[in-house]
């Protein structure tokens, strides 16, 4: 069994941070086609012509020319046909991903996430940071049977309310990390969070003080109302700096929180052993305000 909860709310629309990409008006060609591209990706299901021309400033006409140009090119596709959305196609991801194995990213840590992922039995997942998102790319597997937690990759972390997200924030000054928590938006159970979610940033900041304490973050019925997760960064072995954060996640009826205290140990042992690899090349990984635990 498959356990794959709605990742679109992983990076919630109505967050100030998207409001404000939506509202820029993007002027020339190239600067409008990519504002498209950027538009649709914080919308899987899509948007019709009349809601991309709106949200970004574009007259019609235009909007109309450019996602024509766009499918033609198999960057979008229009669900439905004439009058249907307008929706991104898997060219760009394939781009992104090849462009992290041309780095060498996946190819250097995936033995690595194999190991771990078969010594804890549950899923392993390496994200790194993108300015101020932080999104998966690797994954690997360690449940062969029963309750698995499988997400799709190049979702970004919603930071506030998973074990990667904290986990990188708590890299960071209190003030930094709660502003961009409060410019995502926090995770409320009735929009499918778990119970013990933070809710605002004083609930946050606890969350942050326990992961630098302990060296890891543990999260128990947050993202989801069944599941735990830990995490921890990955720190450059030259830098210090944070390069990506490494995580174990899985149903809390196999993780209990003692599980979980256990299994940091190899989690933290084998997040330093991706750092002395430098699996992110410098120009990729910028962690804001760095600091040490």
């Known amino acids: ?30 600067e409008r ?7 649709l990706s914080r919308h ?6 009349s809601s991309i021309s709106s949200d970004l400033g574009i007259p019609l006409s235009a909007t109309h ?3 024509a140009d766009l499918q033609a090119l198999g960057y979008v596709h229009q669900e439905g046909g004439a009058g249907g959305r307008y929706r991104l196609t898997m060219k760009p991801v ?48 360690g ?14 972390a919603h930071l506030s309310s998973t074990a990667t997200g904290i986990a990188w924030l708590a890299a960071m000054p209190d003030g930094i990390a709660v502003k961009l928590a409060d410019e995502q938006g926090y995770g409320n159970p009735a929009d499918g969070y778990g119970p013990n979610v933070a809710r605002d940033g004083k609930q946050l900041l606890t969350l942050l003080r326990q992961t630098r304490k302990r060296g890891f973050s ?22 210090g700096e944070a390069i990506g954060t490494l995580s174990i996640a899985g149903p809390t009826l196999r993780i209990s929180e003692a599980r979980a205290i256990e299994l940091g ?9 991706l750092g002395d690899m430098q699996i992110v090349p410098k120009d990729i990984s910028r962690t804001p305000q760095n600091i040490s635990f």
């Open 1 to 30: 069994m498959s356990l794959k909860p709605d990742l679109r709310r992983t990076a919630p629309s109505t967050s100030p941070a998207a409001s404000s990409d939506a509202k820029a008006t993007p002027s020339g060609v190239m």
């Open 33 to 39: 086609t990519l504002a498209i591209i950027e538009l």
């Open 44 to 49: 899987a299901a899509g948007l019709p012509i």
């Open 65 to 67: 020319r450019l996602t």
């Open 94 to 141: 394939s781009i992104a991903f090849t462009f992290l194995a041309s780095c060498g990213i996946t190819d250097l840590a995936q033995p690595l996430l194999d190991r771990l992922a078969a010594e804890s039995g549950e899923l392993v997942r390496l994200a790194v940071p993108d300015g101020q998102k932080l999104t998966w790319i690797a994954r690997a597997q």
């Open 143 to 156: 449940s062969r049977s029963g309750l698995k937690y499988d997400p799709e990759m190049g979702q970004v």
């Open 218 to 239: 543990v999260t128990i019925a947050t993202f989801a109302p069944w599941m735990t997760a830990i995490a921890c960064v990955i720190r450059s072995r030259s830098t």
């Open 265 to 273: 140990a190899i989690l933290v042992e084998t997040a330093r052993e």
